[in-house]
């Protein structure tokens, strides 16, 4: 797959507390982190998404009584799935991975700061409704296709490829570029939501390292 100047990278939530170790630690997380180094090589324009939370988040399980990690409640804004405290603002969980190097990145886009709402995408709130302004900025930029990785694949990568795909960007998941959190039917879930959507799943050696020579010319 050739890339175009128009191309971004967009690197999602690739923080201390989603590796191994960290508060929410997502199974074999560490293993992709040279590859998204590798792959950011390769790309002119890139963005990174950071999970930003306060305390007493609403996706915290101990912000509800009587409630556990990875129970479901109710939202204002649907259904809710109750999670570790992770990435609170201001903390060693919250730091992007140390092994993670992209010193050309244009972007880093905090997420999850807003106390009573989550935010899975990198574009929406998940309400569906409240923007990030990654759309906005995209566009002035006029950046048209988004290669996306990073973690979770069932999660935040899920619903970014989603959003981005209905605001009218070309959407691409580099699908060995992530890790899922792996709950039950999650993955099977994104996978037909993400075709439902006609977003193709594809692996890092389909991506084409001559970006420079093509932008050059």
């Known amino acids: 797959m050739q890339l175009h ?5 967009l690197v999602i ?3 201390n507390d989603f ?4 508060a929410l630690a997502i199974a074999d997380a560490n293993a992709i982190v040279p590859l998204i180094n590798s792959l950011a090589k ?8 950071q999970d930003w939370h306060p305390t ?5 399980a101990t912000t509800h009584p009587h409630k556990r990690p990875f129970e479901t409640i109710e939202a204002p804004y649907g259904p809710q799935t109750l999670w570790p405290e992770h990435v609170l603002q201001h903390t060693q969980g919250a730091a992007f991975h140390p092994a993670l190097s992209i010193p050309h990145a244009e972007l880093i886009l905090r997420k999850g700061f ?12 998940n309400d569906h409704t409240t923007p990030t302004g990654l759309a906005g900025y995209l566009r002035e930029r006029n950046l048209t296709r988004l290669f ?3 973690l979770a694949y069932d999660f935040c990568v899920r619903y970014s490829a989603i959003d981005g795909k209905a605001l009218g960007f070309e959407t691409i998941v580099i699908e060995d570029a992530t890790r899922p959190v792996n709950l039950t039917h999650s993955i099977a879930e994104t996978n037909a939501a ?3 959507a006609h977003i193709p799943r594809i692996q890092s050696p389909e991506i084409s390292a001559e970006i420079s020579a093509d932008i050059a010319k």
């Open 114 to 125: 807003r106390r009573h709402i989550d935010s899975y995408s990198a574009f929406m709130e």
């Open 194 to 196: 993400l075709a439902a």
């Open 19 to 22: 590796t191994p170790g960290g």
């Open 5 to 9: 100047p128009t191309d971004v990278l």
């Open 148 to 150: 996306l990785c990073g």
């Open 56 to 60: 007493q988040h609403i996706s915290f």
């Open 42 to 49: 390769k790309f002119d324009h890139v963005i990174l998404t």
């Open 13 to 15: 939530d690739v923080q």
